[in-house]
């Protein structure tokens, strides 16, 4: 509603309160003279019509009777003789009405019984009717002469039925005059219901105005909420829909015109109007997809495109529902979004997936040359530097030597490079077959493949019974495997490393580093060691391949052993983390989801 219409609202209702005021005392003073007669004949008037109301009821009941009787004759279905036996009943209960009504009239009460002759004359004619049709008379002459003797009856019926209401007609229009003559006023009554009348009509007042002024509020408060629509649809680059269920009317919004290039409300809202702006090739897809939805009333994630006004192709989702207004009138509501830079960012994502993918085979054919290929050379060197060790070391200066000691070095460092590389690239491409698998067994598994090194170190290590998972067998023994000989590479001099694994079911709600998680529990398992430890800033670096924390001289390794933990437990949907403190220890926890 336009706001300046609102603001005249009130005075329009108050002039016509005040029209109305004036039109209901002019009425009090015209029902001041009528009230007393219109009292008085009332129910002389009420008597009447109810006399004349039971006559024709009377010849109602009798057609009914008729009717059956006829349905009869012609079906000889019994089920038509109900109207023709109800019929009777209601003749006799509508006698007794009439003659209590008619008591005071000894001329109708004659009436009344030469009525009741007749009636029963055209029933008894009823019963031979039926008769005959019983015993398949209804060809002879008897049966027409009969069926004409109850057309005689029942002529004769309403005769004497609009004689009766012809008499009552009179005694009407004789009361009527008698009543009038002493028809007396009430002016008291009259003007305590003028009194009451005016105090309904303020209190009538009141409520509208109260209620007026709630309107008012809510379309304020309507106004703003179609004003942030409005700017809503705008910013998301949408436009919305609704079509009446009942009137098939469409109605679109102004941004909805907007998206088709149109000027708001510059064309009828019409099924037809908006289908000239589908793109040709997808006319079809959305007219088939229009016929599902009008069957199940609900649209869901329509996605073709449009074409604007100025040629510009838009690609377009659409949503849609039922729903139920205030009044219990049903729409189908929708919204039509601009996808187009969405479509754009997904097919220019597809092809950097596909280059992303294309280029992951290149490392990966990259990985199989540097760890399969290069092994070969690799191997020949060591075995050449094998036989110079063998044969020829002594004949080398100490400076030969030096330099003899740094190329076995590196070669060694080359040879465990190139084995975590194809660990590493192991981890990212084996097949992941999960099997049912006891996590102690291949704990014990890890354990004996740095055995020496345990036994040459006095290591100890406790572990806590761990469950039976779903997990790729190998990569778990590898995490295992990983995380003892990182705890033992980086134990102190001269101490025993003590590496204790502990094991635990937890809720994802209690597990502090996560913010959100769509598990609800996971198997927390912690391997906490009393190695040299290492700043807590590192935390995250030391998972990131090649990293590392000290010199190569001071520890061996190659930053690959952290890294493939990782992979392993990504493969496995779970989390990582490590925390560590220098020179008192670290303390890595796996999460895997339970």
Same mark, same amino acid.
């Given at each position: 509603?336009?706001?300046?219409?609102?603001?005249?609202?009130?005075?329009?209702?108050?002039?016509? &309160?005040?029209?109305?005021?004036?039109?209901?005392?002019?009425?009090?003073?015209?029902?001041?003279?009528?009230?007393?007669?219109?009292?008085?004949?009332?129910?002389?008037?009420?008597?009447?019509?109810?006399?004349?109301? #039971?006559? #024709?009821?009377?010849?109602?009941?009798?057609?009914?009777?008729?009717?059956?009787?006829?349905?009869?004759?012609?079906?000889?279905?019994?089920?038509?003789?109900?109207?023709?036996?109800?019929?009777?009943?209601?003749?006799?209960?509508?006698?007794?009405?009439?003659?209590?009504?008619?008591?005071?009239?000894?001329?109708? $009460?004659?009436?009344?019984?030469?009525?009741?002759?007749?009636?029963?004359?055209?029933?008894?004619?009823?019963?031979?009717?039926?008769?005959?049709? %019983?015993?398949?008379?209804?060809?002879?002459?008897?049966? &027409?002469?009969?069926?004409?003797?109850?057309?005689?009856?029942?002529?004769?019926?309403?005769?004497?039925?609009?004689?009766?209401?012809?008499?009552?007609?009179?005694?009407?229009?004789?009361?009527?005059?008698?009543?009038?003559?002493?028809?007396?006023?009430?002016?008291?009554?009259?003007?305590?219901?003028?009194? &009451?009348?005016?105090?309904?009509?303020?209190?009538?007042?009141?409520?509208?105005?109260?209620?007026?002024?709630?309107?008012?509020?809510?379309?304020?408060?309507?106004?703003?909420?179609? %004003?942030? !629509?409005?700017?809503? #649809?705008?910013?998301?680059?949408?436009? !919305?829909?609704?079509?009446?269920?009942?009137? $098939?009317?469409?109605?679109?919004?102004?941004?909805?015109?907007?998206?088709?290039?149109?000027?708001?409300?510059?064309?009828?809202?019409?099924? %037809?109007?908006?289908?000239?702006?589908?793109?040709?090739?997808?006319?079809?897809?959305?007219?088939?997809?229009?016929?599902?939805?009008?069957?199940?009333?609900?649209?869901?994630?329509?996605?073709?495109?449009?074409?604007?006004?100025?040629?510009?192709?838009?690609?377009?989702?659409?949503?849609?529902?039922?729903?139920?207004?205030?009044?219990?009138?049903?729409?189908?509501?929708?919204?039509?979004?601009?996808?187009?830079?969405?479509? #754009?960012?997904?097919?220019?994502?597809?092809?950097?997936?596909?280059?992303?993918?294309?280029?992951?085979?290149?490392?990966?054919?990259?990985?199989?040359?540097?760890?399969?290929?290069?092994?070969?050379?690799?191997?020949?060197?060591?075995?050449?530097?094998?036989?110079?060790?063998?044969?020829?070391?002594?004949?080398?200066?100490?400076?030969?030597?030096?330099?003899?000691?740094?190329?076995?070095?590196?070669?060694?460092?080359?040879?465990?490079?190139?084995?975590?590389?194809?660990?590493?690239?192991?981890?990212?491409?084996?097949?992941?077959?999960?099997?049912?698998?006891?996590?102690?067994?291949?704990?014990?598994?890890?354990?004996?493949?740095?055995?020496?090194?345990?036994?040459?170190?006095?290591?100890?290590?406790?572990?806590?019974?761990?469950?039976?998972?779903?997990?790729?067998?190998?990569?778990?023994?590898?995490?295992?495997?990983?995380?003892? !000989?990182?705890?033992?590479?980086?134990?102190?001099?001269?101490?025993?490393?003590?590496?204790?694994?502990?094991?635990?079911?937890?809720?994802?709600?209690?597990?502090?580093?996560?913010?959100?998680?769509?598990?609800?529990?996971?198997?927390?398992?912690?391997?906490?060691?009393?190695?040299?430890?290492?700043?807590?800033?590192?935390?995250?670096?030391?998972?990131?391949?090649?990293?590392?924390?000290?010199?190569?001289?001071?520890?061996?390794?190659?930053?690959?052993?952290? !890294?493939?933990?990782?992979?392993?437990?990504?493969?496995?949907?779970?989390?990582?983390?490590?925390?560590?403190?220098?020179?008192?220890?670290?303390?890595?926890?796996?999460?895997?989801?339970?």
């Amino acid at each position: 509603m336009p706001r300046n219409r609102i603001k005249k609202f009130p005075v329009i209702i108050r002039f016509l &309160f005040a029209i109305a005021v004036i039109i209901m005392v002019f009425i009090a003073s015209i029902t001041f003279k009528h009230i007393g007669d219109l009292s008085d004949s009332y129910d002389l008037v009420t008597n009447t019509y109810k006399v004349n109301l #039971e006559l #024709e009821q009377i010849i109602s009941h009798l057609k009914d009777a008729e009717t059956g009787n006829r349905g009869y004759t012609i079906t000889k279905d019994s089920i038509y003789l109900t109207p023709f036996i109800q019929a009777r009943e209601k003749v006799n209960n509508s006698f007794v009405i009439l003659k209590k009504l008619t008591k005071e009239s000894e001329v109708q $009460q004659k009436n009344l019984k030469q009525l009741y002759l007749y009636i029963n004359k055209r029933f008894v004619n009823f019963s031979k009717t039926q008769l005959m049709v %019983e015993r398949n008379q209804i060809r002879n002459k008897a049966f &027409f002469d009969t069926f004409k003797e109850g057309k005689v009856c029942m002529d004769e019926i309403r005769t004497q039925v609009n004689k009766m209401i012809a008499i009552e007609n009179r005694l009407l229009v004789e009361r009527e005059n008698i009543n009038n003559d002493y028809i007396k006023t009430t002016p008291n009554f009259i003007y305590l219901l003028l009194i &009451f009348t005016l105090g309904l009509i303020a209190m009538a007042y009141y409520k509208v105005n109260t209620d007026f002024n709630k309107i008012k509020h809510k379309n304020n408060q309507l106004s703003v909420f179609q %004003e942030l !629509s409005n700017q809503a #649809e705008i910013v998301s680059k949408s436009g !919305s829909w609704f079509r009446d269920l009942e009137t $098939q009317n469409y109605h679109f919004s102004d941004n909805l015109y907007r998206l088709l290039g149109e000027e708001p409300q510059s064309f009828e809202a019409t099924n %037809e109007n908006f289908t000239k702006y589908i793109h040709p090739e997808d006319l079809e897809f959305v007219r088939g997809e229009g016929d599902k939805m009008r069957e199940s009333n609900r649209l869901d994630d329509l996605q073709y495109r449009l074409i604007t006004k100025q040629g510009e192709v838009k690609y377009v989702r659409a949503f849609g529902r039922v729903m139920q207004d205030s009044s219990g009138n049903e729409k189908f509501i929708g919204t039509i979004t601009d996808i187009t830079v969405e479509h #754009e960012s997904f097919h220019s994502l597809e092809e950097k997936n596909q280059e992303l993918e294309q280029n992951n085979k290149e490392l990966s054919a990259f990985n199989y040359v540097a760890s399969h290929d290069l092994q070969e050379p690799l191997r020949k060197i060591q075995t050449f530097i094998s036989r110079l060790e063998d044969k020829e070391l002594e004949h080398f200066s100490d400076t030969g030597k030096q330099y003899f000691e740094r190329i076995k070095s590196a070669a060694s460092r080359m040879r465990l490079l190139i084995d975590d590389l194809l660990q590493f690239s192991r981890t990212n491409k084996a097949e992941k077959v999960f099997e049912l698998s006891n996590l102690n067994d291949l704990l014990e598994s890890a354990k004996q493949d740095v055995a020496e090194i345990i036994n040459e170190k006095k290591a100890q290590i406790t572990s806590d019974e761990l469950p039976t998972l779903e997990v790729i067998p190998f990569q778990i023994q590898q995490l295992f495997l990983n995380l003892i !000989s990182n705890s033992l590479k980086y134990s102190k001099k001269d101490v025993a490393p003590v590496i204790k694994i502990t094991h635990q079911k937890v809720k994802a709600t209690d597990i502090k580093e996560f913010n959100s998680i769509a598990r609800d529990q996971f198997h927390k398992i912690t391997f906490t060691d009393n190695g040299i430890g290492f700043e807590q800033e590192y935390a995250e670096r030391i998972f990131v391949l090649f990293s590392r924390l000290h010199e190569k001289d001071e520890y061996s390794g190659t930053g690959i052993g952290l !890294s493939i933990c990782k992979k392993i437990i990504e493969n496995h949907k779970g989390y990582i983390f490590a925390v560590g403190k220098p020179n008192k220890g670290a303390v890595f926890t796996v999460y895997l989801p339970a």
